[in-house]
């Protein structure tokens, strides 16, 4: 008889056999091992979180021209990052390529055309009006990966998502409860398995287009049971109705054993979320009298907490 957990591994060993194999694989690997053993190396022990962020696309052809994508601006990834950094834990940020980084949260959208101007054909300068926000976003970054606490790592597809976020739960393992994750990206529930999937560009001449899509394999129920058992686990819940998201978060939080879930409605989502847990539900939100507060401040806060309360009681 198979165990839940082992119809998981069943799904999850034929995605990833049918799935594209990762660019780069070696080279990202060897960055994580390094990262990590610098990481589990300094004195104390280091705490390191993976931090997802931005939205996994679903490519429509093997030669992509058309995809399904997720929302997420990678905001809430970038500001927990930075959050991160600043309780003293390394971060390795798997990002969708593109969307929001760490320490760029002050800066305008357009940053290279708007913050730089040319005194005389040869110099290049930073604006008056933004170079105090480019200097503190340069030092910042430059000083977390120089340190060794940042390692930024970018997919864009579900195949890149998911195949990265098991080399780096794999690479976690020894550190145990340490360890975190902190799974904000929105992850696509529906893909086009690779090998059903047309090669050449989809045509437009043949009238509506009829696709069906496969459902992805819940990453959240193996990474506790397999990837990575030994680790905090946070996972988001994303809805439009607010009628039922604290009882979709429930669920989840009960389905997948995760030690919290951060419920968050699409629309307030800067200015509050609720943390779903055992403990029960805690509503955090963004401090109102400061404008530069963000709700992330308080929800790292929070979790860090709960994370050092797990590492203690896994000691015992
Ligand atoms: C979230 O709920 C994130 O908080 C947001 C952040 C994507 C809303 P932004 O990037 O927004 O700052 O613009 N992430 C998880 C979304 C998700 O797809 N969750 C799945 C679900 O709700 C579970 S993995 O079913």
């Not at 696509?188 to 043949?206: A, C, L, N, R």
């Not at 992805?216 to 990474?223: F, W």
């Not at 951060?262 to 779903?276: F, I, P």
């Amino acid at each position: 008889m198979s165990s839940i957990s082992g119809m998981e591994d069943d799904e999850f060993s034929s995605f990833f056999e049918s799935s594209p194999t990762l660019k780069n694989k070696e080279e990202i690997l060897s960055k994580l091992n390094r990262f990590i053993e610098l990481n589990s190396s300094r004195q104390g022990g280091k705490r390191i979180v993976c931090v997802t962020s931005g939205g996994t696309t679903v490519p429509l052809e093997q030669r992509c021209v058309r995809y399904i994508d997720n929302f997420s601006s990678g905001n809430r990834g970038a500001a927990s990052t930075e959050n991160f950094v600043n309780a003293g834990y390394a971060v390795i940020f798997l990002y969708r390529r593109g969307t929001c980084q760490p320490y760029c949260r002050s800066l305008p959208d357009d940053p290279f055309l708007e913050c730089f101007e040319f005194p005389d054909a040869k110099n290049i300068r930073v604006h008056a009006s933004h170079s105090e926000a480019v200097k503190m976003a340069v030092m910042d970054q430059q000083a977390a990966i120089a340190e060794g606490r940042l390692l930024k790592l970018p997919f864009s597809t579900i195949y890149e998502y998911l195949q990265m976020l098991r080399l780096i739960a794999t690479a976690l393992k020894d550190v145990g409860p340490c360890s975190m994750f902190y799974l904000a990206a929105a992850v696509s529930d529906f893909y086009v398995p690779w090998t059903s999937m047309t090669e050449h560009k989809i045509q437009s001449g043949s009238g509506p287009l009829d696709i069906s899509l496969a459902q992805v394999p819940k990453m959240l129920s193996v990474l506790r049971s397999n990837w990575a058992p030994k680790a905090f686990c946070i996972s988001f819940k994303l809805e439009t109705d607010s009628k039922i998201l604290i009882e979709k978060a429930t669920k989840a939080l009960q389905k997948y054993k995760v030690h919290a879930v951060v419920a968050n409605e699409l629309l307030t989502r800067k200015e509050e979320v609720v943390v779903v847990s055992n403990s029960g539900n805690v509503v955090v939100r963004r401090d109102c009298d400061n404008p530069e507060s963000i709700v992330e401040d308080n929800l790292i806060h929070l979790l860090v907490d709960r994370h050092s309360t797990y590492i203690k009681e896994s000691h015992t």
